[in-house]
């Protein structure tokens, strides 16, 4: 089980000081964050993608996940999510790649379709045809990453003959993919049908639709002959904002909630705490509603937490990210026993049967994995491979 | 089986004449249908949360009660008040917000109050498009009442012959139709989906 956390990179106003952070102020709080992620031990930083104002994310997250990786050790880097609608497969291939090279193999990305209509025309794409757009694009990538002479002719881009993506992925390992959706379930039964993650970004909405999408997901990811149902990889977002005592949370997330660009003046913060797995509260209070997302997901592989959004400061946001450091601790102790049987088709696997641990972080995904954690003390030998 | 006949009012007084008249088109209803029951949801109670889920994108509580016996529901009868010329901003939100297909096939009958008959064609220029939109199956006789139309009373008063004949069409509309849960949102874009093999071949 992984713990970490996602960002949007919005520029908001914080509503209690009426002060706008500048682009530049909020980029480096990101990266800011990111090192701080790592320090306190949680396993994952991931970035949106965006194209508009009021977002300073990357329009192409490897950009600022080669410099994070340049400043991290451990901590693995994500994408919440790379559009796979409207950027060219081709170049997600290219750039991914040279990440996870520049990266050590300490990375992955998450899929989605992006939800900012007039990002696609942007693109020169049309949203109506999101599902049709990742689809393609997707068996495009899936393809590049794993062969070297494609042949390829689709309906949203310029054929290609006998291309080769470039750089090759590390060790010949693709980086591992997590396709997110919200309720389409095309994008649950892409997941499942590539043996990938899969990712519910539940955070604004009630948790009925994820459990449809989630079930859908494990019983297609059986259904292709990935594992068992149990053992399909999802992942869950999440959203906190902690103090000692959960009077405190409330008071000081309350100006934030009720003009926060997503429910603002709309549910009161009780209400929308009641519906939607945001967790405002006490350290014991959000480990408890964190450990009850798997009444309905079952057991997952990957919890992402959103913490920096809404106009909080840098110094906030810091603090926060110190007090989940204590959250995920306790978080870990619960989590539940590891799988016994291995999963043969998951790539992982066989990048582990080569290749040493320290280098290739993107074996973490399964952690529970049985099949992984003898060569968590092997590390010596596939070095030299 | 009994059919279940949910009645939509947008009145916000209390006593208010679009309850009334919705009343009188849920009993005039449930005599033609037989065995069927009502359902009567106030939209003025669900006003606060219908402004939530406009800002939020999903229903809590009692309105996401509403919303799904709507949903599922044999026939709906809609009743609104004229305001500026046409249904209510409350009653719009209402039918705004219902899941996509929640509508489809499904009888409807419509009906208004104002103070004077001039507004009665709110039902076909305003009500009537709306439902045909959403795929509903609008009953062909609407039912619009004015202030004058309370001051009459019995069964020869001409209130009350367009509701028997609504109901009357409504019932009808409702024998027709197939029985049994209808699926949701999730349930039509499964069946749609097809295997991932279809959805590579585009």
């Known amino acids: 089980m992984e713990y970490g956390i996602f960002t949007v990179g919005d520029v908001t106003t914080d509503p209690t000081t009426g002060r706008t952070p500048t682009e530049h102020e909020r980029i480096k709080a990101t990266v800011a964050i990111a090192e701080k992620a790592e320090e306190v031990g949680l396993d994952v930083f991931a970035t949106g993608e965006h194209h508009n104002p009021p977002f300073a994310a990357p329009a192409n997250p490897p950009v600022l996940l080669a410099h994070i990786a340049a400043k991290t050790e451990r901590i693995k880097l994500s994408t919440s999510t790379t559009l796979i609608t409207t950027n060219d497969p081709v170049r997600i291939a290219e750039d991914y790649a040279y990440l996870q090279h520049l990266a050590d193999g300490r990375m992955d990305l998450m899929l989605g379709r992006g939800n900012t209509g007039p990002v696609y025309p942007w693109f020169g794409k049309d949203i109506r045809d999101g599902i049709a757009l990742a689809i393609e694009n997707y068996a495009l990538l899936h393809r590049l990453w794993r062969e070297e002479d494609v042949d390829w002719q689709g309906k949203f881009r310029t054929p290609l003959q006998g291309f080769t993506s470039t750089p090759r992925p590390l060790d010949g390992t693709p980086p591992f993919v997590w396709h997110g959706s919200i309720r389409s379930p095309e994008i649950a039964e892409q997941a499942a049908y590539y043996g990938d993650g899969f990712f519910s970004n539940h955070i604004f909405w009630p948790p009925e639709h994820t459990a449809r999408m989630i079930a859908l997901y494990r019983a297609r990811f059986e259904h292709y002959g990935h594992g068992k149902a149990e053992d399909a990889i999802v992942g869950l977002g999440g959203q906190v904002y902690l103090a000692r005592n959960s009077q405190d949370a409330i008071r000081e997330f309350r100006p934030y909630f009720d003009v926060a660009p997503v429910y603002g003046h709309g549910p009161s913060l009780e209400e929308y705490m009641a519906s939607t797995p945001l967790s405002v509260g006490s350290p014991d209070q959000v480990i408890e509603k964190t450990l009850g997302f798997r009444e309905y997901a079952g057991d997952y592989r990957r919890q992402l937490f959103l913490v920096d959004h809404s106009g909080l400061p840098l110094s906030t946001v810091l603090h926060q990210l110190d007090l989940l450091g204590e959250v995920v601790a306790e978080l870990r102790k619960h989590e539940p026993t590891p799988v016994v049987e291995p999963v043969e088709t998951h790539p992982v696997v066989e990048l582990v049967e080569t290749k040493p641990v320290e280098t290739h972080p993107v074996v973490e995904p399964v952690e529970t994995h049985p099949v992984v954690e003898p060569v968590e003390t092997q590390p010596v030998e596939g070095a030299s491979a | ?202």
């Open chain 2, 1 to 202: 089986m009994t059919r279940k006949v949910v009645v939509v009012s947008a009145g916000l007084s209390d006593p208010s004449s679009t309850r009334l008249l919705a009343d009188l088109l849920a009993d005039a209803s449930v005599a033609a249908l037989g065995d069927a029951e009502t359902q009567v949801i106030e939209l003025r109670p669900l006003a606060h949360a219908l402004a939530d889920q406009l800002l939020t994108g999903f229903a809590t509580g009692e309105l996401a009660e509403a919303e799904d016996a709507v949903a599922q529901a044999d026939a709906v009868i809609a009743v609104t008040p004229v305001f500026s010329a046409s249904y209510s901003g409350l009653f719009k939100t209402f039918f705004d917000v219902l899941e996509p297909g929640a509508l489809d096939g499904t009888p409807v009958l419509v009906a208004a109050t104002a103070g004077t008959a001039r507004h009665s064609l709110v039902l076909e220029h305003a009500l009537r498009p709306l439902f045909s939109h959403l795929h509903a199956v609008v009953v062909p006789t609407g039912v619009f009442a004015a202030s004058e139309d309370w001051g009459t009373s019995g069964a020869a008063a001409p209130l009350a012959r367009r509701v028997e004949r609504a109901a009357a069409e409504l019932a009808a509309l409702v024998a027709a139709r197939p029985r049994g849960p209808k699926p949701d949102q999730f349930d039509r874009d499964l069946a749609a989906m097809g295997d991932f093999e279809r959805l590579l071949n585009g």
